[in-house]
């Protein structure tokens, strides 16, 4: 991607201002209207579609608001709607900007697309360009967006000013609702057709919550053996219709969590196929605090091939370990007091790429061995690295086409109904591959970001009926963008709140509001955290955890972060590891133990 500064079209602008050689008048005809919607950013982003936009209350030229937008990496922090205009028809679009190297312009247009560009204003100044439309053009889009590297711009006051379209009437209700498949967490839904709409909203509980293009939608983020009501209206470019009557459909009771894990649990991971500077813990000696242990890790013999091995530690690194049989004892032992014990794939070293069907098999054949052998309690997927990316087609969370992971889909399914309700699943991804999402998924509409960006979402989100545990590791993670479009980096509560509050409020999508990754149940979801400073980056003093249990089961000793609910019922933490919390001398354990009892 060609990233130099425009220059070529701002020396052709100069020249053109400077022999006052204009397509067409600036003034508007009386049959002329403003077809931008929400120019003045006075209802939020409504309307905008933004990569990485906010609405603020200064600066602003008129009115209250106005945009704000960061270009951050390889995003140009772009802010665009879709208009509707007649063929072959003249337009003017204008709009008040501030900041370094800010672009307004039209694509679609049938003709010429235009933009026009400032290098610097540091004070509001106004743009405008001019185009005329293709003779079979009945929509164009409307953009800004700012440079990379260049820091935030602020955008107010857009207007697309031209020959206005007859909206005509608003469509007719919708009839003939239907409840399809539900589940649950989610709620399928159906109608026939409106003539004249040109998509259609959904709303639960009398309030809108998503947009559909035909017609059928999908509403998931739903609680558990819970009533829901649902209706749909229609909408063209005059108006929303009345709302359809209502159906009713009441979620399932799900089997993504074992039934017998405590309502706040404790989670660790113990170095069982390896020793390091926090030494070798033996299974048995692990503290009763601890409800779910994940056993480190179970290892792939080559990153494609799918066959998991799980070698214990040998006794030249681990001269304390206990032999198969007490290891076997141990974990008896475990289950009969009602703690979890889960083998987990990958870690750091053990990358596993499931490119064919093969693999896919290959991982549920070794993988069901060793649960067997052991007599585990299910799985942890701890998939780091370069296990997990997106093809640059793969676009669609909800629809996922790249076949690692497709497959990796497929084969926990599998593991799942092998076992039954009663198997444990659990996942420990890294921020980069989820709450990254928010701003970044896979490739990008225009190329050139991490393809593993967000990879875990689809994952997760195939997975959410039947997942027990999402603690992502909130620590080894550079800045994040939170619901508050702000970046919150390591080191205190703020990060773990924000962290935890995107995946329990929901999220777009990179950017996309259409496009939400719904929220998870509060009982799916710990906090991963480093046990000490020496165990990861990120470590942070029992006060802080304390904080971070209090906002989010509380709503109290919150800070600066607007989380968007109160969630008593969070599941609990999550650590790296139990060997590094023995040798901080259980400093991790006794804040979760004091602050859940």
């Known amino acids: 991607m060609d990233r130099s500064r425009p220059l070529v079209a701002a020396l052709t602008a100069t020249l053109l201002a400077a022999g006052g050689i204009t397509a067409l008048s600036s003034a508007a005809r009386a049959a002329d209207a ?18 990485a936009g906010t609405t603020v209350s200064s600066p602003v030229r008129s009115g209250v608001s106005a945009l704000q937008a960061t270009p951050a990496g390889s995003d140009n922090a772009r802010c665009a709607q879709t208009v509707t205009v007649k ?36 004070n509001w100044q106004q743009l405008t360009t001019t185009f005329r439309t293709g003779p079979a053009t009945t929509e164009v889009t409307i953009y800004t967006h700012g440079w990379y590297g260049t820091g935030a711009y602020h955008a107010d006051d857009i207007s697309l000013t031209g020959p206005g379209v007859d909206a005509g009437l608003p469509p007719a209700a919708p009839i003939g609702l239907t409840v399809g498949t539900v589940t649950s967490s989610s709620v399928a839904l159906s109608w026939p057709a409106v003539a004249g709409a040109t998509s259609y909203a959904v709303h639960r509980d009398g309030a809108k919550v998503q947009t559909a293009s035909g017609t059928s939608a999908t509403v998931a983020g739903l609680s558990p053996s819970t009533a829901y009501s649902f209706q749909v209206t229609a909408l063209n470019d005059a108006g929303e219709s009345a ?35 926090s030494g070798y813990t033996r299974l048995a000696d692990v503290p009763d605090s601890w409800d779910v242990i994940d056993l480190a890790f179970g290892e792939p013999t080559s990153v494609t091939s799918g066959d998991i091995r799980f070698d214990r530690c040998p006794v030249a ?14 974990i008896r032992a475990k289950k009969a007091a009602g703690k979890k014990v889960l083998i987990s794939i990958g870690g750091q070293n053990g990358q596993v790429q499931l490119t064919t069907t093969a693999a896919r098999d290959a991982f549920v054949t070794s993988v069901s061995k060793i649960i067997d052998e052991y007599g585990l309690d299910g799985l942890d997927i701890d998939f780091e690295g370069h296990s997990l990316s997106l093809n640059a087609d793969d676009t669609d969370f909800k629809n996922p086409r790249t076949p690692v992971i497709v497959n990796l889909i497929s084969a926990l399914k599998t593991l799942k109904a092998k076992y039954g309700s009663r198997f444990v699943l659990t996942m420990a991804p890294e921020t980069f591959f989820v709450q990254l999402g928010h701003q970044y998924y896979g490739t990008g509409k225009w190329g050139g970001q991490d393809p593993r960006a967000g990879a875990y979402l689809p994952v997760i989100h195939a997975l959410r009926d039947d997942l027990t545990l999402l603690h992502v590791q909130d ?18 509560a703020d990060f773990h709140i924000a962290m935890t509050d995107m995946l329990l409020t929901g999220f777009p999508v990179a950017g996309d ?18 046990a000490s400073t020496n165990a990861g980056n990120g470590h942070v003093a029992p006060t802080e955890v304390t904080k971070t249990l209090d906002c989010l089961t509380k709503k109290t000793n919150c800070g600066a972060y607007p ?12 650590t790296w590891s139990i060997n590094w919390d023995r040798y901080g001398s259980w400093e991790f354990q006794r804040t979760f133990d004091g602050y859940f009892g």
Not at 102 to 113: F, R
Not at 475 to 492: A, C, E, R, T, V
Request: hydrophobic residues 35%.
């Open 513 to 530: 509001a259409t496009n939400v990754f719904p929220p998870l149940r509060p009982d799916q979801v710990a906090i991963g955290m480093p």
């Open 34 to 51: 403003d077809l931008a919607r929400n120019g003045g950013f006075e209802a939020g982003l409504d309307a905008w579609t933004c990569s």
């Open 243 to 277: 709302k359809s009557a209502a159906v009713t459909a009441t979620t399932t009771a799900g089997s993504g969590g074992s039934t017998d894990l405590p309502a706040h649990a404790l989670v660790g991971y113990l170095h069982a196929s390896f020793a390091n500077g």
């Open 475 to 492: 620590y080894n993670s550079g800045p994040i963008m939170g619901l508050d479009n702000q970046y919150h980096s390591m080191g205190g």
């Open 563 to 574: 989380t968007h609910g109160t969630w008593p019922t969070l599941r609990g933490l999550m």
């Open 317 to 330: 690194e681990c001269p304390n370990v206990e032999s198969d049989t007490e290891f076997k004892a141990a």
């Open 87 to 122: 063929p072959d028809s003249p337009y003017t679009l204008s709009g008040y900007v501030r900041g370094s190297y800010v672009h307004l312009g039209a694509s679609g247009t049938g003709t010429t697309d235009v933009s026009a560009w400032t290098q610097s204003a540091p």
